[in-house]
Protein backbone atom coordinates (compact mmCIF):
# COMPACT_ATOMS: atom_id res chain seq x y z
CA UNK A 1 0.00 0.00 0.00
CA UNK A 2 1.13 3.39 -0.95
CA UNK A 3 2.61 5.31 2.24
CA UNK A 4 0.37 9.13 2.08
CA UNK A 5 2.47 12.07 2.89
CA UNK A 6 3.32 13.84 5.86
CA UNK A 7 0.95 16.87 4.25
CA UNK A 8 -1.58 14.46 3.56
CA UNK A 9 -1.42 12.96 7.38
CA UNK A 10 -1.34 16.27 8.80
CA UNK A 11 -4.50 17.42 6.90
CA UNK A 12 -6.50 14.35 8.30
CA UNK A 13 -5.21 14.82 11.93
CA UNK A 14 -6.40 18.33 11.52
CA UNK A 15 -9.69 17.17 10.15
CA UNK A 16 -10.46 15.17 13.26
CA UNK A 17 -9.71 17.38 15.85
CA UNK A 18 -12.87 18.26 17.60
CA UNK A 19 -13.77 21.75 18.13
CA UNK A 20 -13.21 21.82 21.37
CA UNK A 21 -9.84 20.80 20.56
CA UNK A 22 -9.35 23.74 18.05
CA UNK A 23 -10.76 26.11 20.39
CA UNK A 24 -8.29 24.87 23.36
CA UNK A 25 -5.28 25.41 20.98
CA UNK A 26 -6.25 28.96 20.05
CA UNK A 27 -6.52 29.47 23.65
CA UNK A 28 -2.86 28.48 23.90
CA UNK A 29 -2.00 31.08 21.18
CA UNK A 30 -4.05 33.89 22.47
CA UNK A 31 -1.76 33.28 25.86
CA UNK A 32 1.56 32.83 23.79
CA UNK A 33 0.28 36.26 22.27
CA UNK A 34 0.15 37.88 25.40
CA UNK A 35 3.08 36.63 27.42
CA UNK A 36 5.17 38.30 23.21
CA UNK A 37 3.25 41.72 24.16
CA UNK A 38 4.26 41.97 27.55
CA UNK A 39 8.00 40.97 26.28
CA UNK A 40 7.41 43.45 23.63
CA UNK A 41 6.64 46.08 26.07
CA UNK A 42 9.59 45.19 27.91
CA UNK A 43 11.81 45.45 25.61
CA UNK A 44 11.06 48.84 24.59
CA UNK A 45 11.03 49.58 28.46
CA UNK A 46 14.87 48.52 28.85
CA UNK A 47 15.47 49.99 25.48
CA UNK A 48 14.43 53.25 26.79
CA UNK A 49 17.34 52.72 29.86
CA UNK A 50 20.07 52.53 27.33
CA UNK A 51 19.68 55.72 26.02
CA UNK A 52 17.13 55.37 23.32
CA UNK A 53 15.22 58.31 23.20
CA UNK A 54 16.26 62.16 22.68
CA UNK A 55 19.42 63.01 23.56
CA UNK A 56 20.15 66.68 24.62
CA UNK A 57 20.26 68.39 20.98
CA UNK A 58 17.21 65.86 20.07
CA UNK A 59 19.20 63.75 18.06
CA UNK A 60 17.82 60.02 18.09
CA UNK A 61 20.75 59.12 15.33
CA UNK A 62 23.28 59.24 18.42
CA UNK A 63 21.67 56.49 19.74
CA UNK A 64 21.77 54.01 16.98
CA UNK A 65 23.89 51.13 16.88
CA UNK A 66 24.60 48.94 13.66
CA UNK A 67 26.72 47.14 15.23
CA UNK A 68 24.94 45.96 18.14
CA UNK A 69 22.15 45.33 16.04
CA UNK A 70 23.80 43.12 13.71
CA UNK A 71 24.97 41.07 16.79
CA UNK A 72 21.09 40.99 17.80
CA UNK A 73 20.35 39.64 14.15
CA UNK A 74 23.03 36.62 14.52
CA UNK A 75 22.13 35.76 17.81
CA UNK A 76 18.41 34.99 16.74
CA UNK A 77 19.71 33.29 13.82
CA UNK A 78 22.15 30.86 16.04
CA UNK A 79 18.96 30.42 18.13
CA UNK A 80 16.71 29.36 15.15
CA UNK A 81 19.75 26.83 14.13
CA UNK A 82 19.24 25.20 16.89
CA UNK A 83 15.69 25.02 17.20
CA UNK A 84 15.53 23.82 13.56
CA UNK A 85 14.05 20.40 14.66
CA UNK A 86 10.96 21.77 16.50
CA UNK A 87 10.00 23.50 14.00
CA UNK A 88 11.72 27.20 13.78
CA UNK A 89 10.53 29.78 10.97
CA UNK A 90 12.51 30.69 7.79
CA UNK A 91 15.72 32.56 8.66
CA UNK A 92 14.84 35.24 6.68
CA UNK A 93 11.58 35.83 9.17
CA UNK A 94 13.70 35.41 12.12
CA UNK A 95 15.63 38.74 10.54
CA UNK A 96 12.93 40.69 9.68
CA UNK A 97 10.81 39.90 12.14
CA UNK A 98 13.73 41.22 14.98
CA UNK A 99 14.73 43.90 12.69
CA UNK A 100 11.29 45.76 12.98
CA UNK A 101 10.76 44.89 16.79
CA UNK A 102 14.33 46.89 17.27
CA UNK A 103 13.04 49.52 14.54
CA UNK A 104 9.65 49.96 16.56
CA UNK A 105 11.91 50.17 19.79
CA UNK A 106 14.73 52.81 18.20
CA UNK A 107 11.55 54.78 17.24
CA UNK A 108 9.83 55.11 20.36
CA UNK A 109 10.59 59.26 20.55
CA UNK A 110 10.81 59.64 16.73
CA UNK A 111 11.84 57.70 13.38
CA UNK A 112 15.32 57.66 12.09
CA UNK A 113 15.17 59.68 8.90
CA UNK A 114 16.86 57.53 5.90
CA UNK A 115 17.38 58.93 2.40
CA UNK A 116 17.08 56.82 -0.62
CA UNK A 117 17.27 57.10 -4.31
CA UNK A 118 13.66 57.62 -5.24
CA UNK A 119 10.66 57.81 -6.19
CA UNK A 120 8.35 54.97 -4.18
CA UNK A 121 8.80 51.79 -5.57
CA UNK A 122 12.47 51.27 -5.83
CA UNK A 123 14.98 48.76 -4.69
CA UNK A 124 16.46 51.30 -2.75
CA UNK A 125 13.17 52.06 -0.84
CA UNK A 126 13.04 47.96 -0.20
CA UNK A 127 16.66 48.28 1.29
CA UNK A 128 15.83 51.18 3.64
CA UNK A 129 12.83 48.67 4.98
CA UNK A 130 15.08 45.99 5.28
CA UNK A 131 18.10 47.32 7.00
CA UNK A 132 16.29 49.94 9.20
CA UNK A 133 12.62 48.62 9.50
CA UNK A 134 9.31 49.97 8.60
CA UNK A 135 9.55 52.14 11.75
CA UNK A 136 12.16 54.07 9.71
CA UNK A 137 11.09 57.27 7.78
CA UNK A 138 12.23 56.70 3.69
CA UNK A 139 12.73 59.97 2.58
CA UNK A 140 12.35 59.73 -1.48
CA UNK A 141 15.10 61.54 -2.97
CA UNK A 142 15.56 62.34 -6.52
CA UNK A 143 19.54 61.64 -7.05
CA UNK A 144 22.20 59.75 -5.76
CA UNK A 145 24.02 63.29 -5.19
CA UNK A 146 21.12 64.25 -3.35
CA UNK A 147 20.91 61.54 -0.92
CA UNK A 148 24.67 62.39 0.21
CA UNK A 149 23.98 66.25 0.33
CA UNK A 150 21.06 65.26 2.59
CA UNK A 151 22.86 63.53 4.64
CA UNK A 152 25.72 65.75 4.60
CA UNK A 153 23.43 68.45 5.93
CA UNK A 154 21.97 66.29 8.72
CA UNK A 155 18.07 66.97 6.93
CA UNK A 156 18.45 62.85 7.09
CA UNK A 157 20.57 60.74 9.45
CA UNK A 158 21.59 58.20 7.18
CA UNK A 159 21.21 57.34 3.43
CA UNK A 160 21.03 54.24 1.65
CA UNK A 161 22.74 53.80 -1.74
CA UNK A 162 23.67 51.02 -4.83
CA UNK A 163 26.94 50.52 -5.14
CA UNK A 164 27.77 46.68 -6.87
CA UNK A 165 24.85 44.64 -8.85
CA UNK A 166 26.38 40.98 -8.98
CA UNK A 167 25.45 40.70 -12.52
CA UNK A 168 26.48 44.13 -14.10
CA UNK A 169 28.93 45.28 -11.47
CA UNK A 170 29.44 48.42 -10.06
CA UNK A 171 27.56 51.56 -9.45
CA UNK A 172 30.31 54.31 -10.37
CA UNK A 173 28.24 57.19 -9.64
CA UNK A 174 28.37 56.21 -5.64
CA UNK A 175 31.60 55.33 -5.66
CA UNK A 176 32.92 58.73 -7.57
CA UNK A 177 30.80 60.40 -4.82
CA UNK A 178 33.39 59.06 -2.31
CA UNK A 179 35.81 60.99 -3.61
CA UNK A 180 34.56 64.72 -2.42
CA UNK A 181 32.27 63.30 0.73
CA UNK A 182 33.17 63.36 4.11
CA UNK A 183 30.35 60.63 5.17
CA UNK A 184 31.51 56.61 6.04
CA UNK A 185 29.86 54.00 5.28
CA UNK A 186 28.04 52.60 8.14
CA UNK A 187 26.73 49.33 6.86
CA UNK A 188 25.61 47.41 4.07
CA UNK A 189 22.57 45.75 2.45
CA UNK A 190 22.27 42.85 0.36
CA UNK A 191 18.73 42.91 -1.49
CA UNK A 192 18.13 39.74 -4.12
CA UNK A 193 16.64 41.28 -7.39
CA UNK A 194 13.56 39.97 -8.84
CA UNK A 195 12.72 41.76 -12.20
CA UNK A 196 9.34 42.00 -13.46
CA UNK A 197 7.64 44.04 -16.89
CA UNK A 198 5.05 45.29 -15.84
CA UNK A 199 2.27 47.96 -17.48
CA UNK A 200 -1.45 48.46 -17.90
CA UNK A 201 -1.69 46.07 -21.47
CA UNK A 202 -3.04 42.23 -21.35
CA UNK A 203 -0.49 40.97 -23.39
CA UNK A 204 3.33 41.11 -24.18
CA UNK A 205 2.45 41.23 -27.81
CA UNK A 206 0.73 45.09 -27.04
CA UNK A 207 4.26 46.58 -25.73
CA UNK A 208 5.93 49.01 -27.90
CA UNK A 209 8.09 50.10 -25.33
CA UNK A 210 9.99 49.24 -22.30
CA UNK A 211 11.52 51.56 -19.59
CA UNK A 212 13.28 50.83 -17.26
CA UNK A 213 16.74 51.93 -15.06
CA UNK A 214 20.14 51.06 -17.07
CA UNK A 215 20.92 48.44 -14.66
CA UNK A 216 17.96 46.73 -14.68
CA UNK A 217 17.78 46.51 -18.59
CA UNK A 218 21.01 45.18 -18.81
CA UNK A 219 20.18 42.62 -15.97
CA UNK A 220 17.52 41.53 -18.20
CA UNK A 221 19.16 41.99 -21.05
CA UNK A 222 19.27 38.23 -22.46
CA UNK A 223 15.54 37.80 -22.38
CA UNK A 224 14.74 41.53 -23.80
CA UNK A 225 16.58 39.76 -26.42
CA UNK A 226 14.69 36.47 -26.93
CA UNK A 227 11.47 37.71 -26.03
CA UNK A 228 10.51 41.15 -27.33
CA UNK A 229 13.38 41.78 -29.55
CA UNK A 230 11.90 44.29 -31.67
CA UNK A 231 10.78 46.44 -28.70
CA UNK A 232 12.64 49.91 -28.33
CA UNK A 233 14.47 50.34 -24.61
CA UNK A 234 14.23 53.66 -23.42
CA UNK A 235 16.61 54.37 -20.02
CA UNK A 236 15.25 55.90 -17.57
CA UNK A 237 16.19 57.79 -13.87
CA UNK A 238 14.62 55.14 -12.06
CA UNK A 239 12.65 52.12 -11.97
CA UNK A 240 9.26 53.78 -10.11
CA UNK A 241 9.91 56.84 -13.17
CA UNK A 242 9.68 53.82 -15.61
CA UNK A 243 6.96 51.98 -13.64
CA UNK A 244 5.07 55.74 -13.91
CA UNK A 245 5.43 56.28 -17.62
CA UNK A 246 3.93 52.43 -17.94
CA UNK A 247 1.06 53.52 -16.06
CA UNK A 248 0.37 56.63 -17.97
CA UNK A 249 1.74 55.96 -21.64
CA UNK A 250 -0.28 53.45 -23.82
CA UNK A 251 1.95 50.59 -25.25
CA UNK A 252 4.63 51.57 -22.97
CA UNK A 253 5.59 48.61 -20.25
CA UNK A 254 8.37 48.79 -17.28
CA UNK A 255 10.98 46.57 -15.70
CA UNK A 256 10.68 47.01 -11.93
CA UNK A 257 9.83 45.21 -8.71
CA UNK A 258 6.76 43.87 -7.60
CA UNK A 259 6.00 46.87 -4.73
CA UNK A 260 6.49 49.18 -8.35
CA UNK A 261 3.68 47.38 -9.71
CA UNK A 262 1.80 48.10 -6.47
CA UNK A 263 2.21 51.52 -6.12
CA UNK A 264 1.75 52.29 -9.67
CA UNK A 265 -1.17 50.00 -10.29
CA UNK A 266 0.34 47.73 -12.93
CA UNK A 267 0.25 44.11 -14.09
CA UNK A 268 3.25 41.83 -13.69
CA UNK A 269 3.10 40.61 -17.14
CA UNK A 270 6.20 38.25 -16.66
CA UNK A 271 7.87 37.62 -13.68
CA UNK A 272 11.56 37.07 -12.99
CA UNK A 273 13.03 38.03 -16.29
CA UNK A 274 15.95 38.44 -15.03
CA UNK A 275 19.19 36.86 -16.54
CA UNK A 276 20.88 35.39 -13.85
CA UNK A 277 18.39 33.45 -10.51
CA UNK A 278 20.99 34.92 -8.24
CA UNK A 279 20.62 38.74 -9.52
CA UNK A 280 21.69 40.33 -6.24
CA UNK A 281 22.66 44.69 -5.41
CA UNK A 282 24.81 45.62 -2.67
CA UNK A 283 23.76 48.76 -1.18
CA UNK A 284 25.47 51.18 1.05
CA UNK A 285 24.30 52.32 4.26
CA UNK A 286 25.75 56.56 4.75
CA UNK A 287 26.02 58.34 7.68
CA UNK A 288 28.03 60.93 9.32
CA UNK A 289 30.35 58.91 12.17
CA UNK A 290 31.66 55.85 12.41
CA UNK A 291 30.85 53.04 14.86
CA UNK A 292 32.34 49.85 16.45
CA UNK A 293 32.91 45.93 16.08
CA UNK A 294 30.20 43.76 15.77
CA UNK A 295 32.77 41.25 15.19
CA UNK A 296 31.80 40.34 11.41
CA UNK A 297 32.76 43.10 9.86
CA UNK A 298 33.58 44.51 6.12
CA UNK A 299 36.39 47.82 5.84
CA UNK A 300 36.29 50.32 2.63
CA UNK A 301 39.01 51.72 1.57
CA UNK A 302 39.96 54.84 -0.70
CA UNK A 303 43.74 54.74 -1.70
CA UNK A 304 45.99 56.06 -4.27
CA UNK A 305 49.65 54.81 -5.27
CA UNK A 306 50.30 58.63 -6.69
CA UNK A 307 52.30 56.92 -9.22
CA UNK A 308 50.76 54.37 -11.05
CA UNK A 309 53.11 54.36 -13.85
CA UNK A 310 55.97 52.82 -11.40
CA UNK A 311 56.12 48.98 -11.73
CA UNK A 312 54.45 47.61 -8.61
CA UNK A 313 53.12 50.30 -7.76
CA UNK A 314 49.97 48.48 -7.06
CA UNK A 315 51.98 45.44 -5.26
CA UNK A 316 54.09 47.61 -2.89
CA UNK A 317 50.59 49.11 -1.75
CA UNK A 318 49.26 45.34 -1.18
CA UNK A 319 51.79 44.22 0.82
CA UNK A 320 51.46 45.00 4.05
CA UNK A 321 47.69 42.88 3.64
CA UNK A 322 48.96 40.08 2.69
CA UNK A 323 51.58 40.42 5.39
CA UNK A 324 49.05 40.69 8.17
CA UNK A 325 47.15 38.04 6.56
CA UNK A 326 44.46 40.49 5.56
CA UNK A 327 41.80 39.03 2.70
CA UNK A 328 41.05 41.67 -0.12
CA UNK A 329 37.44 41.00 -1.02
CA UNK A 330 37.50 43.97 -3.90
CA UNK A 331 39.75 46.51 -5.70
CA UNK A 332 37.96 48.82 -8.23
CA UNK A 333 39.55 51.76 -9.96
CA UNK A 334 37.90 55.06 -10.81
CA UNK A 335 39.93 58.23 -12.17
CA UNK A 336 40.53 60.36 -9.44
CA UNK A 337 39.27 63.46 -10.87
CA UNK A 338 42.55 65.44 -10.25
CA UNK A 339 44.40 65.06 -13.28
CA UNK A 340 43.88 62.82 -16.29
CA UNK A 341 44.58 59.42 -16.24
CA UNK A 342 45.81 59.50 -12.54
CA UNK A 343 43.58 56.48 -10.75
CA UNK A 344 42.50 56.54 -7.02
CA UNK A 345 41.24 52.51 -5.62
CA UNK A 346 39.11 51.57 -3.56
CA UNK A 347 39.19 48.52 -1.71
CA UNK A 348 36.85 46.06 0.65
CA UNK A 349 38.76 44.06 3.20
CA UNK A 350 37.31 41.60 5.76
CA UNK A 351 37.78 42.93 9.14
CA UNK A 352 37.26 45.95 11.45
CA UNK A 353 39.71 48.67 11.36
CA UNK A 354 40.30 48.00 15.27
CA UNK A 355 41.13 44.36 14.84
CA UNK A 356 44.56 44.15 15.65
CA UNK A 357 45.76 42.44 12.40
CA UNK A 358 44.01 44.91 10.34
CA UNK A 359 45.45 48.02 11.99
CA UNK A 360 48.93 46.66 11.42
CA UNK A 361 48.01 46.55 7.76
CA UNK A 362 46.31 49.81 7.17
CA UNK A 363 49.60 51.44 9.23
CA UNK A 364 51.87 50.04 6.56
CA UNK A 365 49.42 50.70 3.68
CA UNK A 366 48.83 54.42 4.60
CA UNK A 367 52.90 54.47 4.93
CA UNK A 368 53.35 53.75 1.34
CA UNK A 369 49.68 55.66 -0.32
CA UNK A 370 49.86 58.90 -1.36
CA UNK A 371 46.02 59.31 -0.66
CA UNK A 372 44.23 57.13 2.22
CA UNK A 373 41.21 57.12 3.93
CA UNK A 374 39.50 54.60 5.28
CA UNK A 375 35.38 55.36 3.96
CA UNK A 376 34.01 53.02 6.88
CA UNK A 377 34.41 49.57 8.98
CA UNK A 378 30.76 48.64 9.07
CA UNK A 379 28.83 44.95 9.74
CA UNK A 380 28.17 42.54 6.86
CA UNK A 381 25.14 42.29 5.45
CA UNK A 382 22.91 40.19 8.15
CA UNK A 383 21.08 37.85 5.54
Known amino acids: MARRSKTSVSKSRLKRQ ?39 QGRLVDFYRPEREAQVLRMALERNAAARSSGALRDDEVVRLFRE ?15 FLGPEGTFSQAAVYKHFGHSARALSLSTIDEVFHEV ?82 IAESSNAEAARRARDEKGTAAIAGETAAEVYGLTILSADIEDRPDNTTRFLVIGRRTFGSSGNDRTTLLVSTGHTESPGALHRLLEPLAKNRVSLTRIESRPSQRRKWDYVFFMDLEGHSDDPALARALAGLKSRASLFRILGSYPRAVL
Open 101 to 115: IMSACLAQEEPLKVG
Open 18 to 56: APGEIAGLRSKIDDVDRRLHDLLNERARLARQVGISKGK
Open 152 to 233: EAGHADFGVVPIENSTEGSVNHTLDRFLTSPLHICGEVEMRIRQNIMGTMRSLREIKRICSHPQSLAQCRQWLKETVPDVEL
